[in-house]
């Protein structure tokens, strides 16, 4: 009977419709309770999407910023370099002067307790150049003439006519602050290939730049081009000698040589190389072989004039002379002829008396630095020298000013210092360009900045 009551029960119609009821009941709340569960799902994947297409657009934005702030390119600056009065926006100032000229006579004074020395002990030669100190440090970059070949340290030295001088004399050159030296010169080969090696290793250890003879091939073909240290451009430097005093290179190589027009290694050649490895200027240094004359003679005048007709060089100026010469302006290239020595023995010989002076000039490069054209010598700052002062034998100016007293004496200095004007403006250089250089002025007006 239980389980046919059951049976009844099931069938009976009211009982039906309430379980129907029921069942569409619960089926409801579980459709809203579904509905609701999705609604939040989906809410919730709407906003965590915004959320990510919004960083998205921030990290682009960002990557843009980025971008711009990359590729905007910095104002140019301006490189006006120690030179005074520098009329663009970039500017160079080569500091040049003649030969480094030693004899026994003049390295004898500055010997150490051993000459036989190899520590570079041998020679101290600090305080024949010291007094150049201030005008090097008015410039960029100062130059000098090697006009000989070295010997080991130690030695043995000889002087004239075959040179082997301490090489204690590159120490001090570099320790002064010269930073490029010269040695095409006619006396470049007195020692060979030896002398050449031991004057291009010196140098080179002592951190100066240099050109005009060559250790290796390789060496010869590459011109020399220096970034200034104030980062006004790059100067492109190139050396030649008309001489080798009779003697004869074991390679034609070895020696930078004034050449003849059309051989594939002149200087104009070398110049136009110089300025594809990004030289903004070259200068040439030109060494002669005329000595003791106050005036270009015919054959500087004639090369001096052929190289500046080549368009390559932006100045030239001349060693060998062993005298203060001209400066003259050539179709719009300045040549200073002779630069006399810088250093050298006094000279007794009657009528050789230019041999104990000399000539240091401040040449002054302006333009724009990468630009081609934009470029010219905007100033030429000349100081004339004594190879003495006070009976002792030291680099001295004799300008007018007289930054370190008297030289020789008051009178001899100023008589000296008028012959080198003289000579200097003979060929009819501008003055307002070609200026004496007063480093006392110019000391106290950078001071008052």
């Known amino acids: 009977m239980r389980y046919r009551d059951k049976a009844v029960h099931a069938r009976n119609p009211e009982v039906l419709v309430a379980g129907r009821r029921r069942l569409a009941i619960v089926a409801a709340v579980v459709l809203v309770v579904l509905l609701a569960v999705g609604g939040w ?83 101290d030669f600090t305080s024949l150049f010291e007094p150049m100190r201030k005008y090097i440090d008015a410039s960029d970059i100062a130059v000098c003439e090697f006009e000989t070949p070295i010997a080991p340290r130690g030695g043995p030295y000889t002087g004239y006519p075959v040179f082997n001088i301490p090489s204690e004399v590159a120490d001090a050159a570099a320790k002064v602050g010269y930073r490029a030296c010269t040695h095409a010169s006619n006396h470049s080969w007195d020692q060979g290939a030896d002398g050449i090696t031991r004057l291009w290793d010196t140098l080179d250890q002592d951190g100066i730049a240099q050109t005009g003879s060559y250790k290796t091939e390789e060496d010869s073909t590459k011109p020399l081009v220096i970034d200034s240290p104030t980062g006004g451009g790059k100067l492109g430097l190139i050396a030649g000698t008309v001489s080798l005093n009779a003697q004869t290179p074991d390679y034609d190589w070895r020696v930078d040589r004034l050449r ?3 051989d594939p290694n002149h200087q104009a050649d070398i110049a136009k190389e ?38 390559a060089f932006d100045v030239i100026y001349g060693a060998g002379c062993h005298c203060a010469q001209p400066v003259e302006n050539y179709n719009g290239t300045w040549i200073i002829y002779g630069l006399g020595n810088a250093v050298t023995v006094t000279s007794y010989i009657p009528g050789n008396e230019v041999n104990n002076q000399g000539v240091t000039a401040r040449v ?86």
């Open 260 to 262: 003849e027009s059309g």
């Open 274 to 311: 110089a300025r594809k490895q990004g030289a903004d200027v070259v200068a040439i240094a030109m060494h002669s072989v005329q000595e003791y004359l106050d005036y270009a003679d015919s054959w500087q005048q004639s090369e001096a004039h052929e190289l500046a007709d080549t368009g």
């Open 364 to 449: 002054q490069f302006a333009g724009k630095k990468g630009v081609a054209g934009s470029w010219r010598v905007n100033r030429i700052d000349w100081v004339p020298t004594a190879n003495v002062r006070q009976g002792q034998y030291q680099w001295c100016p004799i300008s007018d000013d007289h930054p370190d007293g008297a030289c020789w004496n008051e009178t001899e200095d100023a008589n000296q210092r008028q012959r080198i004007w003289n000579v200097i403006y003979s060929m009819g250089a501008d003055q307002n360009v070609v200026r004496e250089w007063n480093i006392t002025a110019e000391q106290a007006g950078s001071s008052g900045k």
């Open 41 to 123: 799902f989906l809410a919730q994947c709407l906003r965590s999407s915004q959320s990510q297409a919004g960083q998205g657009a921030t990290t682009q934005m960002d990557v843009a910023k980025q971008k711009k702030h990359v590729v905007k390119k910095a104002e140019p600056k301006e490189h006006h370099g120690n030179s005074p009065d520098c009329p663009d926006t970039d500017c160079i100032a080569m500091m040049v002067n003649g030969d480094l000229l030693f004899h026994p006579g003049l390295w004898d004074n500055f010997a150490g307790p051993n000459t036989a020395a190899t520590d570079g002990t041998a020679y």
